[in-house]
């Protein structure tokens, strides 16, 4: 007899697992010719491994800011890569990930409000350490990327406002997707209705009267059916007779005589 297992999410490999996709993703960007808008990059000022991570990363999380990847020269080979790499984030960071940040607003105290609002604070503090952006320029930033839009309007320029855009987009998206059921409940109530139990009843007979006139419908040409049927096989039923070489031959009995 085989016993039950119940299966239990294991934030170390899930925490592998995210590692190893963004290292194949940044593996991607880095062989694959024309991923990145070069143009953009001064190998001087900038470090290309940098830059795949970052790419990778955006591309896992959906953010997708298009400042430097992909470029316009991307080929059919690196547009196949940034497909299959932004699917497997999808079912990453909508399935494990999102599973095992769930019950982080039960962890914290304060709950939501106060996890939202540490998220917030820390973008704010990262992107203007690190790209000197204004408060308002690093909320705006923080609450586009969080929320994947990524217009691309305002993107981070620096290694370090890269590595930083990237990490957070990692934690911010998941605190994001902890709104997500409180906002479907806000919308869900307000979009509804309140009917009351006559109203309801009243509905529910209209529907029930509706049916039962189409079954009556229905059985209706059912009937209808079968008389034209009827009729007509009556009113063209002259029997037929069967040609000679089909009718059965009549049998005689033969006697031998015998000597």
Request: aromatic share 6%; net charge negative.
């Amino acid at each position: 007899m085989s016993e039950l297992k119940e299966q239990e999410l294991s934030t170390v490999r899930v925490m592998l697992c995210g590692l190893g996709l963004i290292l194949w993703g940044a593996l991607g960007f880095h062989a694959i010719d024309n991923m990145m808008d070069e143009s953009l990059l001064d190998p001087e000022i900038t470090s290309r491994w940098i830059n795949c991570v970052y790419c990778s990363i955006m591309t896992l999380t959906t953010v997708g800011f298009g400042d430097i990847c992909p470029s316009t020269k991307i080929n059919h080979v690196g547009q196949l890569f940034v497909m299959t790499l932004a699917l497997a984030g999808l079912g990453m960071f909508c399935g494990p990930i999102l599973t095992m940040t769930s019950n982080w607003k039960h962890q914290i105290p304060g709950g939501l409000p106060v996890l939202a609002t540490t998220t917030l604070a820390l973008g704010v503090v990262l992107f203007t350490y690190t790209e000197g952006m204004t408060e308002l320029e690093a909320i705006y930033l923080s609450i586009i990327t969080s929320t994947t839009i990524g217009y691309g309007d305002l993107t981070p320029q620096t290694d370090a406002g890269k590595l930083a855009t990237a990490l957070y987009a990692l934690l911010a998206i998941n605190v994001a997707g902890a709104f997500l059921q409180p906002a479907q409940d806000f919308l869900m109530n307000l979009c509804s209705r309140d009917i009351t139990l006559d109203e309801k009843e009243y509905m529910a007979g209209a529907e029930k009267e509706k049916q039962e006139e189409k079954e009556k419908q229905k059985k209706e040409k059912i009937v209808a059916n079968i008389s034209s049927s009827s009729s007509s096989s009556t009113t063209a039923g002259t029997k037929i007779k069967a040609p000679i070489a089909l009718q059965p031959k009549s049998t005689t009995s033969v006697k031998t005589k015998t000597t």
